[in-house]
């Protein structure tokens, strides 16, 4: 059974940093790619930020220069730092993961970016 838990979800000003974190249950070498993905209200998912199993990183036009997304094999964990965070950044987060050509996904985070 594959599980995706994401935390470090919340409140932050514009302008602040968060750093949200995906834990996987198996070895994330077993995952051909990994990614985070949002839905903000009333808009579909879309996509974020992915990590290949070989290092390349992608990233969507709205956050380049100011997200990174990254891992620590030890920890099976992929996280994505997020700076400089504007209210349009506001969404549910969702940690993805691709092995064996299925599709895992997280629950989700919630991160609201308000003053």
């Known amino acids: 059974q594959v599980q995706l838990v994401e935390s470090g979800g919340g409140l932050v000003q514009p302008g602040g940093s968060l750093r949200l974190s995906c834990a996987a249950s198996?070895?994330?070498?077993?995952?051909?790619?990994m990614g985070w993905y949002r839905q903000a209200p009333g808009k579909q998912r879309e996509l974020v930020a992915t990590l290949t199993s070989g290092g390349d990183r992608n990233y969507a036009d709205s956050v380049k220069g100011r997200f990174t997304i990254s891992r620590d094999n030890a920890k099976n964990t992929v996280y994505l730092q997020m700076n400089s965070l504007k209210p349009e950044d506001t969404a549910v987060y969702y940690c993805k993961g691709r092995r064996y050509y299925s599709d895992y996904w997280g629950q989700g985070t919630q991160v609201t970016v308000s003053s």
């Open positions: 198996k070895t994330i070498f077993s995952f051909e790619d």
